[in-house]
């Protein structure tokens, strides 16, 4: 759920020592009396910071926005592994512990090492964002090297130069882990909109807006994910682009296949969801079935709260429709919904995640847990994508996977 930026509640959390350093940093409040300030007294802080000039009101609004939008968990996280990145080489574990909150943290880095703060922040940002994945990417005829960013800008920019915009192109490119990413920013459509002076002056001002295409690569997994507006054409178009220029490979037409998921062994109450220590996992569990009786129109959606036992969604089941009546063997899954929860954190705090699956999709969103997921799904035998499906476990039979605590 997103969290609603404000001002007065940032001030209030952040630290008055870290607010003094960033306010020092860009030549205002200078004259606050910091030593005397009350944590909670944010009013001089707040009137030195809207009394700014323009130009410095606005770029402080937009660092603390930053900050707040990195100030949860898996900000925080990002945050980690980007110190810990080899161009960084930064472990921020030791200092993170001694802070009393996320938004310390965030502000934190971004006074230290504003340069992780930027990297982190784009990062972050791509979490949560809806991406079409592309499976199977051809493996690349030479390493993929920074070098590749000029041909993408290149390509991306004749691209759209043929619907009329596209002259300027400008790519960000990061690595995390096995993914690269690739944040491309294009020049739009001239646009005209009613802005205020910083004399509070009301007038017109034309300007050009970027908009947007992200490119996430995964050589390991040999998988795109592409977010482009513009439909299913244009998002294979710039596929195209970012193979030849960054790849240098040729993608060809794809499979209309796409995933391809198994879910009637959810059915079965005995199946167990192999986990290894490496995952964080601490427990999955089904909460929702939706369900069909082969042969027949009806659907039936099942669903327990969040704090029912595990095996509920079954004795669910098993009273709407009864195995003696009903054999396993008629009943299909269109849709089911999973509980995945994470072992706590080092503040004690658990992180639990809905995953929607259907026979062709999930909801995996792109941040650091999706790697994990993806590959739990082929390890359950849900994701049976690509793989022999000859001989299917039929519900009902024997789980043959086990918990691992």
């Known amino acids: 759920m997103a969290r609603h930026y404000s001002p007065k509640s940032f001030l209030r959390q952040a630290p008055n020592k870290l607010l003094r350093q960033y306010f020092e940093s860009i030549a205002i409040g200078v004259d606050l009396p910091w030593d005397g300030l009350d944590e909670a007294e944010i009013e001089p802080i707040f009137a030195a910071m809207t009394c700014a000039p323009g130009d410095i009101y606005r770029a402080c609004t937009t660092d603390f926005h930053d900050v707040h939008d990195l100030a949860d968990e ?17 472990d921020f574990a030791a200092d993170f512990q001694r802070m009393g909150s996320h938004l310390e943290r965030a502000l934190w880095v971004l006074l230290k090492h504003p340069d992780v703060f930027k990297v982190a922040r784009r990062l972050d940002y791509a979490v949560g964002l809806s991406f079409k994945t ?34 300027g192109c400008h790519v960000d490119h990061y690595s995390s882990g096995d993914r690269l990413y690739y944040f491309c920013y294009l020049e739009d459509y001239a646009e005209m909109t009613q802005v205020y002076d910083d004399e509070h002056n009301l007038k017109t001002e034309r300007f050009r807006p970027a ?44 499979s ?89 954190d080092k503040d ?47 519900p009902g039979e024997p789980a043959q996977y086990m918990l691992m605590r």
């Open 134 to 167: 592309r499976e199977s990417i051809p493996e690349p005829l030479e390493p993929v090297t920074s070098a590749s960013v000029a041909g993408l800008e290149k390509g991306l920019s004749e691209y759209y130069l043929k619907q009329g915009r596209g002259q």
């Open 256 to 344: 209309e296949a796409g995933s391809e998921h198994r879910l009637d062994v959810l059915l079965d109450r005995h199946f167990e969801f192999s986990i290894q220590p490496e995952d964080g996992i601490e427990e999955v569990s089904v909460r929702e079935l939706k369900v069909a009786l082969r042969g027949r129109k009806q659907r039936i959606t099942l669903d327990v709260s969040a704090k029912a036992p595990v095996k509920e969604i079954y004795d669910l089941l098993d009273d709407v429709l009864p195995i003696q009546k009903f054999p396993r063997s008629d009943v299909a899954v269109d849709r089911a919904r999973l509980k995945v929860t994470f072992r706590a």
């Open 211 to 254: 908009f947007e295409v992200i490119f996430i690569y995964d050589p390991v997994e040999r998988t795109l994910d592409t977010r482009a507006k513009g439909g299913k054409d244009v998002r294979l178009d710039v596929e195209d682009v970012f193979a030849q220029t960054v790849l240098g490979v040729k993608l060809g037409a794809p």
């Open 74 to 90: 898996g900000g925080v996280r990002t945050l980690l592994a980007e110190g810990k990145h080899p161009k960084h080489g930064l």
């Open 348 to 394: 004690g705090r658990r992180c639990s995640l809905p995953l929607t699956i259907t026979p062709n999709s999930h909801t995996v969103k792109t941040d650091q847990r999706e790697g994990i997921i993806k590959s739990c799904l082929k390890r359950w035998k849900l994701d049976v994508s690509g793989s022999d499906r000859g001989s299917p476990q039929k």
